[in-house]
């Protein structure tokens, strides 16, 4: 008799929770890569893929089962103005999705199923000055919508997962990526970055969450790249005003310094926390800037414990 095929994505986070990875960019830096380069870790898909193979499998090896791929910076403008044709930069995006792909390949007869996102940064990304923590960057929804649209269908046609639209700071930005990804035919969650009940750019976070209320292409809806303490009073609300698994993701608890591109002040990442998340309707859980393979392996060991 055939084995029955794996399941899909949402099937796998209806049966979840799911552990997600760490960050990126703090895991790179810690084997030696410079990242003060405007694309940050998006550079590396071009000069040191494997480094980005071995930051997936540290996150894969600490316990973790989903992979956001490196192309958070990644734009076809992005690369453009590093002398990077559009070809070009069309198949670094796909490699982002391809090395996250090898890194979960890595383990043979793995026990679970390991996941890949392919990551959606915001317009303020881009422009790597900060404004990413800001939004409000003075473009209209049809704007935001025509930039993000060719990257999208690029991580789209590599099939990820998942497409993971985050550290969205603003709910223009949230209504022009939920307008493209509709008919990409891959499932997707939202999540923003926040300060208190309001997103970055200042806007009510319980209307910002209900934005993608009625969209069926966006299986969870949360907050990332933000304070722990943050995330705490986020999952209920995510859950409560969509009805729909909450993603939740905060950084360490430092905070990022755009003028001299450096972290302040200490870490408040704590694995318990994860208890109230679940609790509250969390199903994709993990950690953003700051969070290494120790706190996604600590994590991992409270969620296996509510497995069990």
């Not at 998942?162 to 008919?183: F, R, S, Y």
């Not at 200042?202 to 933000?226: I, M, S, T, W």
């Not at 310094?257 to 969390?282: H, K, N, Q, Y």
């Amino acid at each position: 008799m055939p084995a029955a095929p794996p399941p899909d994505f949402a099937a796998a986070l209806a049966a979840g929770p799911l552990v997600l990875d760490g960050g990126m960019s703090n895991q790179l830096a810690a084997a030696g890569h410079d990242l003060s380069d405007e694309l940050w870790s998006a550079r590396l898909l071009a000069d040191a893929p494997e480094a980005v193979v071995d930051a997936h499998r540290a996150y894969f090896a600490a316990g973790a089962e989903v992979a956001i791929t490196a192309s958070y910076q990644a734009s076809f403008e992005g690369f453009a103005r590093r002398g990077v044709g559009r070809a070009e930069a069309a198949r670094l995006l796909a490699r982002s999705v391809e090395l996250a792909r090898e890194a979960a390949r890595a383990e043979p007869g793995g026990r679970r199923r390991r996941w890949v996102a392919a990551s959606v940064g915001p317009y303020g990304a881009v422009l790597a000055d900060g404004s990413e923590y800001r939004g409000r960057y003075g473009l209209s929804v049809a704007r935001l919508a025509a930039f993000h649209r060719p990257r999208l269908e690029v991580l789209a046609a590599a099939r990820p997962d998942v497409l993971a639209l985050e550290t969205v700071p603003d709910t223009d930005e949230a209504e022009a990526l939920l307008e493209v990804v509709h008919g990409l035919g891959v499932p997707a969650w939202l999540s923003y970055s926040v300060v208190g009940d309001r997103t970055r750019a200042g806007q009510p976070l319980a209307e910002a969450f209900a934005l993608a209320k009625g969209v069926d292409e966006v299986l969870a809806v949360g907050v990332n790249c933000c304070t722990p303490q943050d995330a705490d009073r986020a999952v209920a609300l995510a859950a409560e005003v969509t009805g729909k698994p909450v993603v939740v993701y905060p950084n360490s608890g430092e905070s990022w310094d755009p003028r001299v591109r450096d972290w302040r002040g200490e870490p408040t990442f704590r694995s318990a926390r994860v208890r109230g998340w679940l609790a509250d309707g969390a199903l994709l859980v993990g950690g953003c800037c700051r969070v290494g393979p120790d706190g996604i392996a600590a994590l991992a060991a409270e969620v296996a414990v509510r497995r069990d």
